[in-house]
């Protein structure tokens, strides 16, 4: 018996014992096609560079992301509400659903720029329980050579690791302390439209892009109604102490509530922090 049309038991207990799923071909190709001429105006019009980040390597400067893409244009806005998606995320977060950021990730091509160390989304914004969720949408067909997010199986099971660096938090994981078997990780492949889920404590990292493209990967954070964010969390950009009525408009699916729903999860707090860009994060000297 499905859960819905677009998530079948079998994938609910997948997601639940690895801590990720995709859902090949899940957006349509129109829309994919709609979203891309939008992505290369944005990028040739200059009265959005402020909404771009710019990533310097070796003297070099890289666009690596669209900062609150749903801020910036109504396509963006109207897919995070997909009808598939949220069916599908109505099931893995138990019902109920706020929508958490947006951002429009690029990984430019053979440089060290498109890399991201692994770490673990919880690391940048616990809260009081785990049922956070990120979705990843390709927006070109991207296999190993386009260096596809990597996840390790069932790791939204284990610990908390540290991503501080020096007394600060650097967005990442020293892989060989925390003695981290990275063999065992899974790359989310998959065509144009396809759509990866992964718990926000699964660990996960993406290599070089050895393309000539820009690897484009937009992605949007969800989490339960209940859970709520233990310190101000500049990836919701709303916090809910100063503006409980606009971080209310957030929810998707459910109804407001003042009792957050309290799990024991392992937390660390992402202080002291010098960025909020993971990009900015991993790339400091400490």
């Given amino acids: 018996m499905k859960k819905n049309n677009y998530l079948s038991n079998k994938e609910l207990n997948f997601y639940k014992k690895n801590g990720y799923l995709v859902k090949p071909n899940l957006i349509d190709k129109k829309t994919i096609n709609k979203i891309n001429k939008k992505i290369n105006f944005l990028k040739s019009n200059n009265a959005y560079d402020k909404n771009f980040e710019y990533l310097t390597i070796r003297g070099i400067k890289y666009c690596v992301r669209l900062k609150d893409p749903h801020k910036v244009d109504t396509i963006f806005n109207r897919l995070l509400k997909n009808i598939k998606i949220i069916s599908i995320l109505g099931d893995l977060l138990g019902g109920t659903i706020r929508f958490h950021h947006s951002k429009l990730n690029f990984k430019p091509p053979s440089s060290k720029a498109g ?14 329980n785990d049922d956070l969720i990120a979705i990843g949408i390709y927006l070109e067909d991207c296999y190993e050579k386009n260096g596809p997010l990597k996840v390790i199986p069932g790791s939204h099971k284990l610990k908390i690791f540290d991503h501080h660096q020096n007394g600060y938090f650097v967005g990442k994981i020293n892989t060989k302390k925390e003695k981290i078997n990275t063999k065992k990780s899974v790359s989310l492949v998959g065509a144009a439209g396809s759509v990866t889920f992964h718990h926000v404590r699964t660990l996960h990292s993406s290599a070089l892009n050895l393309t000539k493209n820009f690897r484009p990967l937009l992605l949007y954070g969800y989490s339960s109604v209940d859970s709520w964010p233990l310190c101000y969390d500049q990836d919701s950009s709303i916090d809910p102490n100063i503006n409980l009525k606009a971080y209310d408009k957030l929810i998707l699916k459910g109804k407001p509530t003042l009792i957050p729903r309290l799990k024991n999860v392992p937390i660390i707090m992402p202080l002291p922090r010098e960025s909020d860009s993971i990009f900015q994060l991993q790339n400091q000297k400490k």
């Avoid at 890399?115 to 009081?128: K, L």
């Fill in 115 to 128: 890399i991201v160390d692994w770490h673990q989304d919880w690391a940048f914004y616990p809260h009081t």
